[in-house]
């Protein structure tokens, strides 16, 4: 069983800066991927980032590459999201996901909002 908590969340202006963090806990959580989803209001929860259970390995998707930035420290166990340049389209609320084959364990989500 693995436990993800996301913190960080909240309110900037436009072209800010904010960085999300993703605890895990649990049984091997090191071998476990860690990815970033969001789901903005009355939308689908959509793919963010992805990195690799030794951080070597990351993706993102084609909306924030280039102003997000995910990374991992497995001795703290901890993800990181470094949001750049945010605009109001950033806006919602970002979930940490723990994958390793089948098994996912989903947190419960951080608020973002982003002002213009």
């Known amino acids: 069983q693995v436990q993800v908590v996301e913190s960080g969340g909240g309110r900037v202006q436009a072209g800010g800066s904010l960085t999300l963090s993703c605890a895990a806990s649990?049984?091997?959580?090191?071998?476990?991927?860690i990815e970033w989803f969001r789901q903005a209001s009355g939308k689908e929860r959509e793919f963010v980032a992805l990195?690799?259970?030794?951080?070597?390995?990351?993706t993102y998707a084609d909306s924030v590459k280039g102003r997000f930035t995910v990374s991992r420290d497995n001795v703290k166990n901890t993800v990181a999201l470094q949001m750049n340049s945010l605009n109001v389209e950033d806006t919602a609320v970002y979930y940490c996901?723990?994958?390793?084959?089948?098994?996912?364990?989903w947190g419960q989500g951080t608020q973002v909002t982003v002002s213009s």
């Open positions: 990195v690799s259970w030794s951080g070597n390995k990351t």
């Open positions: 996901r723990a994958r390793r084959g089948s098994d996912l364990y």
């Open positions: 649990g049984s091997k959580v090191s071998t476990y991927a």
